[in-house]
């Protein structure tokens, strides 16, 4: 389920905002852009250079006279809008650090992205203790405030793989002891949401008392103060807002009530008071479920890393520990309240056993999934994609196949428009993509940005290949450059042929697998 998007003043992160529906398919968002007006290879681009550690590249650029502060636009690069210093700085790059430094470069220079985060915010993001270090020295503001109100203590909560906890840690603790202060501060609440969400009480009937809407909608999110509040666990704010006679049907544009939001971040006390104000346990959102199902899953891996992007999506920290704890309590809470128990659990288990099952490529168990009637086209619940797409991201084309002899639609696209064919392409898998052709994939669909499936083949390797490495921080995996460069050759040649046959009229030749 999608939760609502924190109020403006709670939001602080150093990059684009990404949504909850984007962290699986990031991967098409950030690579799919149409490379063909850079005609320079990497090795001679500053950015790159300065990214990459090219210390005799970057020397050369400034033998040249390259303005140093030159921020990279290209639109669809993770790096956009971002100068040599945050590239240096984001790859913890400490010699072009130094000498980009003494040679004028300005440390505090605003990215021109729509975040206008500093380079000492990107290099918090990376968790870079010693570019951060650097960068203070050099004069870096610790309280720089980018376009979206953050400061670096604050980007240090954006993406946190277990690897980079600890620099993150180190560099928040830097940043404090440097003065350094975090957004999330308290400040003057200028807004209902923000108020509800902080549990200010003092601010709410201030806002009230003011006229302000007590279920207005916040323009960003949608949500009212009351599910704010109970996002955040503020118990007494919603019992302030309930006595106030806040209604707790109202949902989010998701259908999300209080008690969805409440139940899935595991407030065991606030998940009673709704009920007890009565909230219905048994009201479903648009994708069907009942706060039940948010918190009925056992714990896992999987469920785990679904709060662990939770938290890098709505910029907020999460104690897992106190949510996995919880969530056990709020479900007999819950259990207690609801008219459809049984159907909860099952549905909850399946859902959770089969994106597991289509993740790692257990076949049995997809077999017996769909043998017990489940639906090919069921949408994995984090990023909102189908289960086909999930197969062609990880290769696993014996699964791919059994998918798709069930009646999975092959061209069925992710909330951002791009279908398995995106991905299979993306990650270059030949014999995923020869299925996928065979089963009359549409090469010209294009995904919202309006790029269809070629484009991740067709854009020059060494301006893609530094993506991987960064798509797999986001995802959590590892990606195999040196496979990937060489099979996607082959995927090109795929679909030259396929566009071959299609002028010709003749039939795509069916893959070696193909049911």
């Not at 990376?126 to 270090?133: D, E, K, N, P």
């Not at 544009?253 to 065991?268: I, K, Q, S």
């Not at 648009?286 to 999987?302: H, K, M, N």
Request: overall charge negative; hydrophobic content about 40%; some cysteine.
């Amino acid at each position: 389920m999608r939760c609502p998007r924190q109020p403006r003043a709670l939001r602080h992160s150093p990059h684009r905002a990404i949504p909850m529906r984007l962290i699986l398919t990031a991967i098409a968002t950030l690579t799919l852009a149409c490379f063909a007006g850079c005609n320079s290879p990497p090795s001679t681009d500053i950015w790159t250079a300065a990214g990459e550690g090219d210390l005799a590249a970057v020397k050369q650029h400034i033998a040249a006279g390259t303005d140093i502060n030159q921020r990279l636009e290209r639109p669809g690069h993770p790096s956009h809008g971002g100068s040599p210093l945050h590239l240096a700085a984001v790859a913890n790059q400490l010699e072009i650090l130094d000498l980009l430094i003494a040679n004028g470069a300005t440390v505090d220079l605003r990215a021109s992205n729509e975040t206008g985060a500093s380079p000492l915010m990107w290099a918090a993001a990376g968790g870079h203790l010693q570019a951060a270090t650097r960068l203070i020295a050099a004069g870096a503001d610790v309280n720089y405030v980018d376009n979206n109100g953050a400061t670096a203590i604050d980007a240090t909560l954006m993406f946190e793989p277990q690897k980079n906890r600890q620099g993150k840690a180190a560099v928040a603790e830097l940043l404090r002891s440097k003065g350094g202060q975090s957004s999330l501060a308290p400040k003057t609440i200028d807004d209902i949401w923000t108020a509800a969400a902080t549990g200010n009480s003092e601010a709410i009937i201030k806002h009230l008392n003011g006229g302000a809407d007590i279920n207005g909608r916040d323009p960003t999110s949608g949500s009212t103060p009351l599910i704010f509040a109970a996002l955040f666990g503020q118990t007494e704010a919603t019992r302030l807002l309930l006595e106030r006679k806040a209604d707790l049907t109202l949902t989010n544009p998701d259908g999300n009530t209080p008690l969805h939001v409440a139940a899935l971040f595991a407030y065991p006390e606030t998940v009673q008071l709704l009920l007890e104000q009565g909230a219905s346990a048994a009201t479903r959102n648009q994708r069907g479920e009942t706060p039940l199902d948010t918190v009925v899953a056992p714990w896992s891996p999987l469920v785990k890393g679904v709060y662990d992007l939770l938290a890098a999506t709505l910029r907020i920290p999460l104690d897992v520990n106190r949510i996995k704890a919880a969530r056990p309590q709020v479900a007999t809470i819950l259990r207690g309240h609801s008219g459809t128990e049984s159907d909860s659990d099952t549905k909850a288990g399946q859902q959770t056993n089969i994106v597991l099952a289509v993740t790692k490529g257990y076949l049995p168990s997809v077999k017996e999934y769909l043998a017990d009637g489940g639906d090919p086209n069921t949408r994995e619940p984090l990023g909102n994609s189908p289960l086909l797409l999930v197969a062609c991201l990880h290769g696993h084309a014996d699964v791919v196949a059994t998918l798709l002899t069930a009646g999975a639609d092959v061209n069925l696209p992710n909330p951002e428009g791009e279908t398995p064919l995106h991905i299979a392409s993306l990650v270059a898998y030949p014999e995923v993509v020869k299925l996928l052709l065979a089963h009359g994939a549409d090469t010209d669909q294009k995904n919202k940005k309006g790029q269809p499936p070629t484009a991740s083949v067709t854009a020059p390797w060494q301006e893609i290949k530094p993506l991987y490495g960064f798509l797999g921080t986001i995802l959590q995996m590892q990606f195999d450059t040196s496979r990937i460069e060489k099979e996607r050759v082959v995927v090109a040649e795929l679909f030259k042929d396929h566009a071959t046959n299609k002028e010709s009229g003749e039939a795509p030749q069916p893959a070696k697998n193909a049911p």
